[in-house]
C-alpha cells in the first residue's frame, strides 16, 4: 500500500480582535470537521501556526459543538498537535505535502495575510501539483502567495470565504481588518458566494476553498476527491 503524503493544517495564533479585548481564536469545527474527513480517508494531519506552540479557540465557536466535533477535540493528538504544540513554519517541510488548508476564525485575519514563511510553504506545494484549500476566514492565508513570477496565485482564480453580508450578521463588520471580498479582488481573485450561512465550496484547479464555518467538511471531501482523481 503506497502512503498518501499529507495535509498540513494552518491554525490561528491570535487570541483577540486586534488590540481589544474582545477574545477570537480558532473556529473549532473548521479544524475538527476537516481532520475527521482526512481520517476517513486515511491522509495523515499535521498542525503549525504562525508562531507555532498555543491555539486559542474563538468562544463563539463553541456555541456551534456536534457530536462529532467534539469527538475530535477529546482526543488527546488533536489537544497536543493542534491546541498546544503546533508547529512553527520553520519546522515544516513542504515536500511532505500533497494540500494545505487554512481553518478560519477571525484571528486569522490578523496573523494569516503576512506570514511570508507559510506563504513560501503553500507556494512549494503548489508548485509541486499539490492543493491550496481553505475555509471561511481561512482565506486570508491565501491572499499574499506569489508565484515564482511574483504574481499573486489566486489571481483569475474562483475563490471563496466569509462574505460581507456573513461578517454583518455575524455583528463583526465594524471588528474585521479588512473584508475578504474586497482583498480577493484586489489581487485580481474572482470571489464567488452564494446565501449566507449555508454550505459552499468551489474548486478551481489546485485551490478549493469554502465559504463559512458549514462548509468545512465539504472542503475535505473535494480536496479528498480531487487527490484521488
Known amino acids: 500500500m503506497i502512503t498518501m503524503?499529507?495535509?498540513?493544517?494552518?491554525?490561528?495564533?491570535?487570541?483577540?480582535?486586534?488590540?481589544?479585548?474582545?477574545p477570537t481564536g480558532l473556529w473549532l469545527g473548521e479544524a475538527?470537521?476537516?481532520v475527521s474527513e482526512m481520517a476517513k480517508a486515511n491522509i495523515p494531519v499535521d498542525?503549525?501556526?504562525?508562531?507555532g506552540g498555543f491555539v486559542p479557540l474563538d468562544p463563539r465557536s463553541m456555541k456551534y459543538v456536534t457530536a462529532p466535533i467534539m469527538s475530535v477535540y477529546k482526543q488527546?493528538?488533536?489537544?497536543?498537535?493542534?491546541?498546544?504544540?503546533?508547529l512553527?513554519?520553520?519546522?515544516?517541510?513542504?515536500?511532505?505535502?500533497?494540500?494545505?488548508?487554512?481553518?478560519?476564525?477571525?484571528?486569522?485575519?490578523?496573523?494569516?495575510?503576512?506570514?511570508?514563511?507559510?506563504q513560501a510553504i503553500a507556494a512549494k506545494i503548489y508548485q509541486a501539483g499539490g492543493y491550496i484549500t481553505a475555509v471561511c476566514h481561512g482565506v486570508?492565508?491565501?491572499l499574499n502567495i506569489r508565484d515564482t513570477q511574483g504574481n499573486y496565485l489566486i489571481a483569475g482564480k474562483k475563490i471563496t470565504g466569509f462574505t460581507t453580508a456573513e461578517e454583518i450578521l455575524a455583528g463583526k463588520k465594524s471588528s474585521v481588518p479588512f473584508l475578504n471580498k474586497t482583498e480577493v479582488e484586489k489581487r485580481g481573485g474572482n470571489f464567488v458566494k452564494k446565501r449566507a450561512y449555508k454550505e459552499f465550496v468551489v474548486q478551481d484547479g489546485q485551490f478549493i476553498t469554502g465559504q463559512n464555518p458549514f462548509s468545512?467538511?465539504?472542503v475535505a471531501k473535494k480536496l479528498i476527491q480531487a487527490i484521488g482523481s
Open 5 to 22: 503524503k499529507k495535509a498540513l493544517v494552518v491554525l490561528t495564533n491570535t487570541p483577540a480582535y486586534g488590540a481589544t479585548n474582545h
Open 32 to 34: 475538527t470537521e476537516f
Open 47 to 51: 498542525y503549525v501556526s504562525p508562531k
Open 76 to 86: 488527546p493528538d488533536f489537544i497536543k498537535r493542534a491546541l498546544t504544540s503546533t
Open 88 to 118: 512553527q513554519p520553520s519546522q515544516v517541510d513542504p515536500n511532505d505535502y500533497q494540500a494545505i488548508y487554512y481553518a478560519g476564525g477571525h484571528g486569522v485575519m490578523w496573523d494569516f495575510p503576512n506570514n511570508v514563511e507559510l
Open 140 to 142: 486570508a492565508g491565501l
Open 216 to 218: 468545512a467538511q465539504a
